[in-house]
């Protein structure tokens, strides 16, 4: 989990976790991409509570997800907001 948006330094880091070991260069690229996209879907729509992708299949050819649910909620402005600025 990490504050949106997204940089591509923090995309990079979380493609390269523990839950993607396995990984080729390729494949990775791929991931870190669906992340930084998630990232600015979720910057553009802050009614966007949660979002699960599961699993996410990863290849040569691209990037899949196969399940997804994504849960909205009413947004209200937070005084003290700890989301940083770009």
Known sequence: MRIVPLTDLTASRLARSAVAVGLEERQRESVELVLLRLSALADALPEL??????PVIANDTGVWVTDARARVA???RDLAPSVRRL
């Not at 509570?49 to 599961?54: F, G, I, S």
Request: aromatic residues 12%; without cysteine; neutral net charge.
């Open 74 to 76: 009413p947004w209200r």
């Open 49 to 54: 509570a949660e979002v699960v992708l599961n």
